[in-house]
Structures are given as C-alpha cells and as structure tokens.
C-alpha cells in the first residue's frame, strides 16, 4: 500500500504541525518526570560506587613487586652513578698542599678508621676466607708515627695504612678483648690484623696533630700557585691582570688591607695557626676556600687565554700566514732569502688601538720570537687611506733562533689589552656587609653548617691525649632574620653556616665574583665562568660602566721582619698609564657575577665498602 504525504501543506500549515509535534513532545518528558526513575536516587547511588571505589586495592602481585623493585633500584643505580661520575670529574681539583698529599696522601691514601689485633694463625688457611667489607687483613710488619704496613694474604704483597683519630684505640683480642693505645701498636708486630679503612680523606674529617701540624706549615704555599695562574702585576711592573690596590710579589702574601680578613680579592686565614688547638674544622674551610680561588682564577687565566690566542686563517693568493684574535688581523710573510719578517697588523675593533704591544711569532719549531711592532695608534676598523693598518720589516736578529718557517703566533697581553684587567672582590659562602656572596635571589634560602656524622667523631680526638678541647665558636649575628645570615664564627674568623642547603652528596655554597672586564669579552668571561668545573650556575649578573681609572697603584716597598724591607725586594714605582675607563682608547666594565657552587661529595659515602682505585 502506498502512503503519499502532501509535502505542500506540510509546508503551507508548518507552524500548526510544529507546535503539535512539540506538545506532544511536552507530554511525553512530564510523563517520564513523574513516573519514570528518580534522579536524586539515581545521583545518590553513583556517589556510594565512587565512595565505594576508593576503598578499593589493586592486589600485588609478584610481577607488580618485581617491577617496581626494579625500578627503584635503577633509580638508585642512576643516582650513584651520577654522583661517582660527578665526583670523578671535580676529585682532581680538591687536593691539599704538596707536603701535605706527599707525607698522608689526602686524595686517594688508606685510611684506617678501627684495628684489630688477635694472635697470628699458624698459617694462611685458618684466616678468615676473605676480607670483611671495607676492610682489609693481614700481619702486622711495620709501625711508624702517622702510618703502619701489614702483608696481606698474597705472599710479599703490602698495604700501607694512614693513622686516624677515630682510631685512638686499637682492640687487642686476647681471651677477653682490651684497648691498647694504637701508638703502642709497635709492640705487636706479627700478629693478625682486621683493618678497617676509607680511602682518601672525607669533607671534615677530625686530622690527627701530625696532620694539621704539616697543613699550618704548607698553608701559605699555596697562594703563590693560585695568584700566579692570572699573571698578576708584580711591583716591577710585568704582568697582566691586577690585583686591586696591590701588586703581587711572590715573598709577600696580601695581607693587611682589610684588617683581619685579608685582601678582597684573596679570602684566607691572616691569623697564626694555634698549636695548641685542634684546628680541623677550620683547616677544612681554609682549604675549601682555596679550592674555590684556585677555580675562579683559572677561570679568569682561560678567559684571558681566548683572547691573546691567534686563529690561523691559512694562506692567501700572496702565500702570507693570516692570524686573527678579537683585537687584530696579521698578516706575516717570511723572506726565503734573506730572512726578514714582513709584519702587517690591521684593527678589527670599533676604536682605537695602542701599537706598543708584544707578540710572539712561531718562526721555528723550538722557541718563539718577540716581535715589538712601534707606530701610531691604529684607527678604528674601516677607517679610510688605511688608517687602520701598519706594516713593518723586522730584520733577522743575531740574538734570536734561527727563522724557518711561520707556525703560530699569540699577543702578549698586559693589563690595557686583557679580557680580565682586575680582581676586586671574591665572597664565599658569606652574607657580610662588604660584599655579601648571596643573590637577590637564593638569600632567602639561607646558610647553613656542614654537619659531619656527629656520631662517628663525637669522641674522636687527635693523636696526642694532652691537645685540649677546641674553645666553642664565637657567636656572631649575621645579617637577615634568623636562618638567613651567618649565625657563628670560627675563632679564625671563617663562617661556620655557608651552605645553601645541608650537604648530602654535594656542598652547594654561594659566592660572588667582581671584575673589571674590556666591554668587548664580557660574553668570554661570562662563557668560561659558566663552564666551571665546580658546576657554577649563576643566579645574577650585575654590569656597569667603569669610569675610575685602571692605573697601577704605586708600588709600597714591602716590610720585612722587625719593620725593615726585606733583601732582595726594591722599592720600584710600577709604570703609570693605562688606559681609564671610558677613555677614548678602551671602555671597561664593572662585571658583578653571584652565583652557585656545587662541590661533589667523595664517592663512595662514608662507611660504604671501599673498593680500591688504582692509581693510573
């Protein structure tokens, strides 16, 4: 049957047919309101199976366990090998003196930390099938004051072990066992010993009398290393980089310019090294500090080195050598026959340039040749009629090696021409008014101590039983609310809080670095500063103009014993001149870095088995 619907009065009646269809639409949804399911009811049991849901446990099972141990243990695997790695790389920069590392090998030595000693066994089978964790055994074959020997299982093969404090007494396993002072341990030799050991020194180990006796003596010999890696300016007038208002010599440490804390620019302990104290806490930051200066003045001697090194662009069309740094662009050509040094040097820079420089030419395989160019200043790059560009012959000098060939060449920089120019300030791990090491950004966080394992030295005491307690640190406020400043000072005047965060695997201490930089390498410094091996993250960077002037101070002969000028040492005004700040041969700049250093923790943690590292 077919059904036909009238499309045209559909369409014709269209608002009839739409409102009927919605009445009965109406009809329909009043209908199911009023009889159909009950929507609070419907809401209310949907809430009871959630309710009900979040009691709910997934059952474990041993493939969930198994997965999951696996991961935390490949987290911890990660994490360890972070840190070993992390460590590894920093080790080399946290060595002592020379004296001290050649007399207790602080980096890598044996360290015992307990002794045992028992009647030897009649022969090797009947001692313990292997050596405990962390430890070692053998027979007791030499004793001396700091340190004693003992073979090991291996027939003729040796270990030799440093004495600790923590070791003041040795176990003697006799019947009943007993404690005998381990400096009368050179009364039973040939009998078995248990050693347990850490190898190289931990951050803020208690050191032994003998110890800290060589570290007051080989302390100060370390500052020449440190200061020499920057060429300071000397009081005779050579070097590059300066040492604000001093001038280094090498037999005269910086002392004296602030009272009690030494110079800005060179943080160390200026008090005499008490005897009669136990000084290891404070030797721990002496040092520490050092470490740090050692790393901030390589920084700045690398900055330096990227701009004296010369790049070789090669040959050109006139088979003349091209060299160029940040400062200029030289061409040297060498005459086959005669010998004599063809030298053309153009300014690559926007402002005028000194020619009364220094370079050496590589023009043998052996030793280099100074070359002193002598002309006007050279006009800014672009200048017309070649302003900007001198030529000279340099003629063979009898004096010098013999030329054959061109292979390198490198600006000698002084104080006018270095990225670095001076050294005003170092602050670490300090919040004092004359130069706080904090940010704006990380004072808030605070500084706290370096808590050592309070429990393993509690009553652990150098060697000699009459070295006296320390005197408690001399409370000192520091500045901000309480938790923020420096609470406590050493009674060498070192600041006992000076970490961000309590150490864990790493110290992470703030400091805060001001120098006087040539506005063109402002980026050079800030790149080697970045890439320190300490992991420094900057947090703030101050810039300005430098607008005093950068001539050396006159040099103030040095004092010797009893007032008198030590021999040997002249009273010689150093050079004047330089170039001021803002002056129309360069523009200087005040660079002001805060920053962050994180110094790895030793790997592996104390107290973990020690494995042996070999030494390479």
């Known amino acids: 049957m077919k059904f036909n619907i009238n499309t045209d009065m559909l369409v014709k009646h269209r608002f009839w047919v739409i409102l009927g269809v919605a009445m009965a639409m109406s009809l329909v949804g009043i209908f199911m309101l009023q009889f159909g399911a009950d929507a609070n009811a419907v809401m209310s049991k949907l809430k009871g199976q959630i309710t009900g849901a979040k009691d709910l446990k997934a059952k474990t099972s041993d493939k969930t366990r198994e997965a999951h141990e696996k991961n935390a243990k490949f987290a911890a695997d990660l994490e360890t090998d972070i840190w070993s790695r992390a460590f590894a790389a920093q080790a080399p920069l946290f060595k002592w003196s020379e004296k001290i590392e050649k007399e207790f090998n602080f980096f890598d030595g044996l360290f015992a930390t307990d002794v045992k000693l028992e009647k030897r066994p009649s022969s090797v089978k009947e001692w313990p099938p292997t050596d405990p964790p962390g430890g070692a055994i053998g027979i007791l074959t030499n004793v001396e004051a700091t340190s004693f020997t003992i073979e090991t299982r291996v027939k003729q093969q040796f270990k030799t072990f440093k004495k600790t404090p923590s070791m003041e007494d040795v176990t003697l396993i006799a019947g009943t066992p007993q404690k005998i002072r381990n400096n009368l341990m050179k009364d039973h030799l040939g009998k078995l010993v248990t050693v347990t050991y850490q190898q190289g020194r931990y951050f803020g180990d208690n050191l032994t009398q003998a110890e800290q006796d060589d570290f007051r003596a080989s302390y100060k010999e370390q500052f020449k290393e440190i200061l020499e890696q920057i060429d300071p300016l000397k009081d005779t007038g050579d070097g590059v980089v300066q040492l604000k208002d001093w001038l280094y010599s090498p037999g005269a440490p910086p002392e004296g310019l602030i009272a009690g804390v030494g110079p800005p620019f060179f943080r160390y302990v200026t008090q005499a090294w008490k005897q009669e104290t136990n000084n290891s806490k404070d030797a721990w930051i002496a040092q520490e500090n050092l470490w740090i200066q050692k790393e901030i003045y390589r920084l700045i001697a690398d900055a330096n080195k990227t701009v004296s090194k010369f790049k ?25 026959t005669n010998k004599e040094l063809s030298f053309e040097i153009k300014n690559r820079t926007s402002r005028r340039q000194k020619l009364d420089l220094e370079f050496r030419a590589q023009l043998n395989t052996f030793q280099a040749e100074s070359i002193r160019p002598s002309g006007d200043p050279l006009m800014p790059a672009g200048s017309g009629e070649n302003k900007d560009t001198f030529k000279q012959i340099f003629p063979v000098d009898p004096k010098e090696p013999a030329r054959n060939g061109i292979y390198g060449l490198e600006q000698v920089l002084n104080f006018e021409t270095a990225a670095v120019k001076r050294v005003d300030h170092i602050s670490i791990g300090s919040n004092e008014v004359n130069g706080p090491s904090h940010s704006h950004r990380t004072y808030a966080d605070g500084l706290r101590a370096f808590e050592v394992e309070t429990k393993l030295h509690a009553e652990a005491k150098p060697d000699d ?49 001001a120098l006087i930089v040539a506005q063109e390498h402002v980026d050079r410094v800030l790149t080697q500063f970045t890439n320190s091996k300490l992991r420094l993250l900057l947090t703030q960077v101050l810039l300005n103009h430098h607008h005093g002037s950068l001539a050396p101070p006159k040099a103030v002969a040095p004092v010797g014993p009893k007032g008198l000028p030590p021999i040997g040492i002249p009273n010689r005004a150093a050079p004047g001149g330089g170039g001021g700040g803002g002056g129309e041969l360069e523009t200087n700049m005040e660079l002001v870095m805060y920053g962050v250093m994180t110094l790895y923790q030793r790997y592996p943690p104390r107290n973990a088995p020690t494995p042996i590292i070999e030494k390479k």
């Open 312 to 336: 070789s662009k090669g040959l050109d069309i006139d088979e003349k050598h091209t060299f160029e740094n940040a400062y200029f662009e030289v061409k040297l050509k060498l005459d086959r």
């Open 465 to 513: 039983p009459k070295l006296p307690v320390p005197p408690p640190p001399l409370p000192v406020v520091g500045l901000g609310v309480a938790g923020t400043g420096n609470r406590a000072m050493t009674p060498y005047d070192q600041w006992s809080d000076r970490y961000i965060e309590p150490p864990n695997q790493a110290r992470r201490i703030p400091v805060a670095v």
